[in-house]
């Protein structure tokens, strides 16, 4: 076993954690409170390289490895970048991008990977609909052949980016008792006619990042767009997960490591009964679980990125594990911060709440804690 | 990065592993019901099996194995026993100790029988309120008083590290059950652990040559003796989770109620879910506590009090997940998992207990980021 980093992926971190403080958390806060997307943000994430770090070169990329990758979500985290901001990223780079590049035939990754890694476009993924979530097997929208070209009908729900993105990955049924094997994706650009957004989710958290309902009314695509093969869309979706389980939960984790750091100043200058906070044990207690459970949660998601970069084939059980572990076990510490910072970490000055609401969606997202235990369970 | 055991480390825990093979889920729980003379034979039986396998194996001769190989043989032995586990533990850290720090002639007497298996040795390093142990310097040697409470292994060990104050500094003396004024108790009744053996020792005026001492010790010694010790206790932590899990699941899937094994019901199944998914952080955590130590990173020591607190306090949690499993059959004494239940009690109490540890990591997050 080996858990050092290289000299490289500690230097890139650093300076993805420099550039983020300096170039995106100062607007955090503002679109935080308005419930808006910040453009200027997502622009300079692109020039930096962060929305297609690890596609090759020739495709935007920089060629990073899935550890590196992960390194990444984690220092914006730490950074004090907001959930909102990661998820948009995280649902454009790998949910959307990085299935295109993976199932897409040549002149689609060509056409769309580039501009997405450069952040010119913006990109989501529509999987999830009004009666169907992780049981994929009951999707509805439905695809149908027509005119040389799929006739999409149905409502996507909760999907990130929907109301911005330029691109969008969209499953369907294409054979409808075809089970999980009738599932298809599709490419659907913004202004394709049938297709538009009905409404804006407003949302407890990660409030920066619009979720959107899509809807599909009789949304002519050309057959060109079929992504990969007829009947493979269940697989291209299940190799997200890879992913959701490790690049979009590093965030989190990330975010732990600047509650944790907001916390102990905090504690230090905090001064009650004649003597900083951080003389209590209390606080020091709080402290210790932050930490404990931001090295536990770190150790499960490296190792998902890891077996990734080795070119195995998910383990879903190991997967399950760490998302169960980082949406579940993360909710007490954060909660600890907010108790440290007292009736400060309520209001919006401090921005632990922010971390605190962004936070919660981390048990439910990607898959709930429930849909974990019931794979852990059946797995292990 | 690799997440994979090197070579090296899959073979020492497969030798270790070996020695238990054929054995059942908790087939050592036997051990807690013998009396003194019956668990010191059946103890020195197992320092002998394990010594063959090389538990007990120098450090300099098992670079490649470090401290992630030895904590991924600890876990296997307490996934067995954590009372095996935690007496086997005692005796590496002392051949550890005499390796590194101890001086030619300790090394010479006692060094080859230890990694045989051939010894048992305690560490006495926790202090009688009242009486600590000190020592004063003699013409002849130093001269040792006070008492140790506690120390694993001490009603049966053969030879022991004994910490003292010499002039108000952190010493170690090595000494042995028939030195003149050295005694010690029988086994101390505990609510588990029942298959170690805990004892105190008393020092009146022990009389040792100059060549006892631990030339090299000091006080830094003695915090890295007290954080390996506690890398090996988290280890043993996340071992006995296995333990509880294979418990559990196994009487889920044996276990039939309304047609159905139990573990067909979903309160059942999350229950063992969240079991597993405790076991697997406590292994991941303590294994990177171990390369950190074993690549002396700065933060190492936070980090293996960060596995002790995680990995002793998840036992108690899980361990009382495989109790409520197994209902009825788990309450039973010999179960397994009621013995488990009792064990698991004792790993955040035994070594840095959960609130120091806790203390610890936070000193250290204060000292790094507080202003």
Known sequence: ?380 | MNFELTNAQKDFTKAVSECFSGMETGGLTNMENLDAEALEKETRRWYARMGEAGFFEKDAESEAVGYVGRCAAMMETASHSLSLGMALQTTRMFASMLEKFGSDAMRELWLDKLHRGEVIAALALYDDEEQPVRAEKTEAGYVLSGKKPFAVNAPHADVFLVSALLDDKPAAFLMKPDDEGFSRSGRIATMGLRGLSLGGITLENAALDENRRFPGYDAEIFTMLASLYDLGLSAAGAGACRQAVRLAKAHAESRRRSGKPVGKQQEVRFRLAEMFTLMQTAEWLVYRAAWMAQTRDSEAWTMIQAAKVFASENLEIVASGAMQIMAGKGFLSGSGAESLYRDAKALGIVGTSSENGRMRIADDLLERYGE
């Open chain 1, 1 to 380: 076993m080996n858990f050092t980093l290289t000299e490289e992926q500690i230097l890139f971190k650093r300076e993805v954690i420099r550039f983020a403080k300096k170039e995106i958390v100062p607007r955090v806060r503002e679109h935080d409170l308005k419930a808006e997307f910040d453009f200027e943000s997502w622009r300079k994430l692109g020039e930096f390289g962060l929305l297609g770090l690890h596609f090759p070169e020739e495709f935007g990329g920089s060629g990073a490895d899935v550890v590196t990758s992960v390194l990444a979500g984690e220092a914006l985290g730490e950074a004090g970048v907001d959930g909102g901001l990661t998820l948009s990223l995280g649902a454009h780079t790998y949910l959307c991008a990085d299935t295109i590049y993976s199932h897409g035939n040549d002149e689609q990754k060509k056409k769309y990977v580039p501009k997405l890694a450069s952040g010119e476009w913006i990109g989501c993924m529509g999987l999830t609909e009004p009666g169907a979530g992780s049981d994929v097997a009951s999707l509805k929208l439905k695809a149908e052949r027509k005119d040389d070209g799929w006739l999409l009908n149905g409502t996507k729900m909760f999907i990130t980016n929907g109301s911005i993105a330029d691109v969008a990955v969209i499953y369907g049924k294409t054979s409808p008792e075809g089970g999980h094997a009738g599932i298809s994706a599709f490419l659907v650009e913004k202004g394709t006619e049938g297709f538009s957004v009905s409404r804006n989710l407003h949302k407890m958290g990660v409030r920066t990042s619009p979720t959107s309902e899509l809807i599909f009314e009789d949304c002519w695509i050309p057959k060109e767009n079929l992504l990969g093969f007829e009947g493979g869309g269940f697989l291209m979706a299940l190799q997200t997960v890879e992913w959701d389980r490790s690049a979009l939960v590093a965030p989190f984790v990330g975010s732990m490591q600047y509650l944790i750091e907001k916390s102990a100043r905090y504690a230090t200058e905090r001064r009650q009964f004649g003597r900083p906070i951080s003389a209590f044990q209390a606080t020091k207690h709080k402290l210790a679980d932050m930490k404990i459970f931001m090295e536990a949660a770190r150790s499960l998601v490296y190792r998902i990125a890891w077996a990734k970069d080795q070119g195995r084939p998910l383990n879903h059980l190991e997967a399950a594990v760490a998302k169960l572990f980082v949406g579940d076990w993360s909710l007490k510490p954060v909660n600890d911060a907010m108790l440290l910072h007292g009736g400060y970490g309520y209001t919006h000055e401090y921005d632990v709440e922010r971390v605190f609401r962004d936070g919660r969606l981390a048990p439910i997202g990607g898959g709930t804690s429930d849909i974990q235990k019931t794979i852990i369970s059946r797995m292990m």
